[in-house]
């Protein structure tokens, strides 16, 4: 199992660089693709850590992402 502990530090690292590419006017989303670009690919913990936070993502990050837009 994926430790509690990297699941909030990869989700709070995302938010931070999306917030941060947010703040120098590139947009947010930006800065979240890179930081998941430093997850590194093939490994076990990848598949793992995607695996637990698939249906948060799913569920309600993308209404809100949806719900943002809209407006």
Do not use: N
């Amino acid at each position: 199992m994926v430790d509690e502990a990297y699941i909030c530090l990869t989700l709070a690292g995302v938010m931070v660089s999306g917030l941060m590419t947010d703040l120098i006017a590139i947009h947010s989303i930006f800065g979240a693709f890179v930081f998941g670009l430093t997850i590194p690919e093939g490994e076990s913990a990848d598949q793992r850590l995607i695996e637990r936070i698939e249906d948060f993502v799913s569920g309600l990050l993308l209404l809100l992402c949806f719900w943002w837009i809209k407006d």
